[in-house]
């Protein structure tokens, strides 16, 4: 079992940063690619970033290249998302998740956090 708590969400305007950490329970952490994924309001939850398990191959979806960067602390059992250049149609919650063979799709995920709302204004 893992268990996932997000937190560094908040209120910023457009041009801002954030960054956002996921604290994983369990030992197992280090085993687990991990991923960030976000809802906007009446939209689908949508891929955002992921990492493997040794932090050696990270990737992102075509909306946040460039100005979203994934990392992760195994010693710390934490996954970041630092988020550069927002824009007001950043703002969704954003979810981390876990999983043994994590690619850009939600199902391929086992753990969810419970989100952290991040809201960019104009």
């Known amino acids: 079992q893992v268990q996932l708590v997000e937190s560094g969400g908040g209120l910023v305007q457009a041009g801002g940063s954030l960054r956002l950490s996921c604290a994983a329970s369990g030992r197992t952490f280090s085993s687990y690619a991990m991923g960030w994924f976000r809802q906007a309001p009446g939209k689908e939850r949508e891929f955002v970033a992921r990492i493997s398990w040794s932090g050696g191959s990270t990737y992102y979806s075509d909306s946040v290249k460039g100005r979203f960067t994934i990392s992760r602390d195994n010693a710390k059992n934490t996954v970041y998302l630092q988020m550069n250049s927002l824009k007001p149609e950043d703002t969704a919650v954003y979810y981390c998740?876990?999983?043994?063979?994590?690619?850009?799709?939600?199902?391929?995920?086992?753990?969810w956090g419970q989100g952290t709302q991040v809201t960019v204004s104009s």
């Open positions: 998740a876990a999983g043994k063979v994590a690619g850009n799709l939600r199902r391929e995920y086992d753990y």
